[in-house]
């Protein structure tokens, strides 16, 4: 499967990815029931309060992504240790706009 994932711009100096990269490829964390996935776009959420996630997880389905996760920075704060205090709202806005039966995991790792 083709995954999106969308990153907290604040983590971007901290962490290059590697981990939602590997766990994704091999199927593991959030995308055990997804099987390998194949990454095709890391972006950021756009910074808080993350609005620009919606527009960017619509431009990750358009441009191929059967899914889209959050990273766990988004959602555990990794490697920060700040959860994003806006992530509930991110996540209700891409529901709505990709609809229910587009796939949108919570985190990575």
């Not at 990815?17 to 959420?45: P, Y």
């Not at 389905?61 to 205090?85: H, M, Y």
């Amino acid at each position: 499967m083709k995954i999106g994932i969308i990153r907290c711009r604040q983590t971007e100096d901290y962490c290059p990815g590697t981990t939602d990269f590997v766990t994704a490829a091999k199927g593991k964390g959030a995308f055990e029931s997804l099987g390998g996935c194949e990454v095709v776009g890391f972006i950021s959420c756009g910074g808080c309060p993350g609005k620009s996630a919606v527009l960017r997880a619509q431009m990750l389905r358009d441009r191929g992504a059967e899914a889209v996760a959050l990273a766990s920075c988004i959602t555990k704060g990794n490697p920060i240790g700040f959860p994003c205090p806006n992530r509930e709202m991110m996540l209700a806005a891409i529901r709505r706009k990709l609809g229910d039966d587009f796939p949108v995991l919570e985190y990575t790792h």
